[in-house]
């Protein structure tokens, strides 16, 4: 999956550990990345929180995409920062599952915390998630 997830790799994340309903993730904030406030814009801290949420959520086995998320932006983060996003399994329940994702400047558990992210996962038929 994430071979071929053009999307976080033109962002440059990268996908540092993914196994067993977790996942960690890194992305460099550049400067096409920052908002006319001069604070990285949402959407590419959302893009990083998402590709952990799934990483964590495929890590399973079983094609797994989101059936939503939401975040709460918290802290800004600025252009040269390096955020890590780390992703937890909260309860996987037959096909649907929930994950929290903590995006922070920096890996150290007393960083800044930027944003807080939930994803709600669902497992799919690898046929229902390809429209064949």
Known sequence: ????DHASRAAGIEVLHAADGAATARMRV???MVNGHAIAHGGYVFLLADTAFACACNSHGPTTVAAGADITFLT???EGDLLHAEATERALRGRSGIYDITVRRGPEDTAAVVAEFRGRSRSIDRQEGTGS
């Open 1 to 4: 999956m994430l071979a071929a």
């Open 76 to 78: 800004p983060a600025h």
């Open 30 to 32: 550049t400067r096409s």
